[in-house]
């Protein structure tokens, strides 16, 4: 259960980090905006027009009596606004990324870079980045999708499916935005997405110790684009866990305090940054 608290230290720390570095949550706000915009035109429309989905979909029960043409029509009304805020969850994070790639990725590096040790650079041009994402996004979205039926299925059963589903669903919805935040860090250091999903299972109460809070969060308005950059960045740091490399960064900062020398794994929010790092990264 330890795990639980350490990745939601994770998502606090890297809100932490862009609040001390103000420029990076500046610039963050901006794909997050453009984003929203186009999501909200989406969403309204949806609502706007549900009822007259689930009725068009419905042929059968235009005949059924008051008040369970309502009742059925209504339940199957709500399931499907759920369904769709629960790959808008998704998929937002993942158009936002697309959109905010280059300034991300770079987020990313400074973020390692305040942590001391390598900062591994993908070394592709922008249109490899920015395919491989797509790619390795939709490649996401068909297993949320999948998910996302069984759990639609799932509600229909009487209590369980107004009780354990919606949990289950937040679950889901975390683990795989945790993915598509980790995935930033990740993919400069050539992990696939395979391997990334097994090393997210490998600490799935570390993944969702970041990722159910931050949906959540992200179910009120406005609030993912302005906590996009500060995600990146936690999902940076819980990305240095995974791989092994917060522990050696810690290692290496021991050791050249016992040798006198500066201490690398230090963050950079005051104090001298190293040398070729701006003050204010």
Do not use: N
Request: hydrophobic fraction near 50%.
């Amino acid at each position: 259960m330890r795990d639980l608290g350490v990745g939601f230290g994770y998502l606090v720390k890297g809100q932490r980090w862009v609040g001390a570095h103000g420029r990076w949550l500046g610039f963050g706000l901006l794909p997050g905006l453009v984003t929203l915009v186009l999501y909200a035109a989406a969403l309204v429309g949806l609502f706007y027009g549900a009822d007259d989905l689930t009725a068009w979909a419905t042929p059968f029960a235009d005949d059924w009596s008051s008040p369970w043409q309502g009742l059925f029509r209504g339940f199957l009304t709500v399931l499907l606004v759920a369904l769709v805020m629960f790959l808008a969850v998704i998929t937002f994070t993942a158009v936002t990324l697309l959109v905010g790639q280059p300034f991300y990725e770079s987020l990313s590096e400074a973020v390692d870079r305040s942590e001391g040790g390598d900062v591994p650079e993908s070394g592709l041009p922008l249109w490899r980045e920015l395919w491989i994402s797509a790619r390795d996004s939709l490649r996401v979205l068909g297993r949320v999708v999948l998910y996302g039926v069984l759990l639609f299925a799932l509600g229909f059963i009487p209590v369980v499916g107004q009780t354990v589903v919606p949990v289950l669903g937040f679950c889901v919805s975390g683990f795989f935005l945790a993915e598509e935040l980790t995935a930033v860090a990740m993919q400069r250091r050539g992990i696939e997405l395979r391997e990334r999903l097994t090393m997210l299972r490998g600490r799935r109460l570390l993944t969702l110790g970041f990722g159910v809070p931050l949906t959540l969060a992200f179910l009120v308005p406005f609030v993912a684009v302005f906590l996009m950059p500060g995600a990146v960045a936690g999902a940076t740091l819980m990305a240095r866990d995974l791989t092994g490399e917060a522990a050696g960064a810690g290692a290496g900062a021991g050791a050249a305090a016992g040798s006198g020398g500066a201490d690398p794994g230090t963050p950079l929010t005051g104090g001298t940054a190293p040398a070729g790092v701006p003050r204010d990264w």
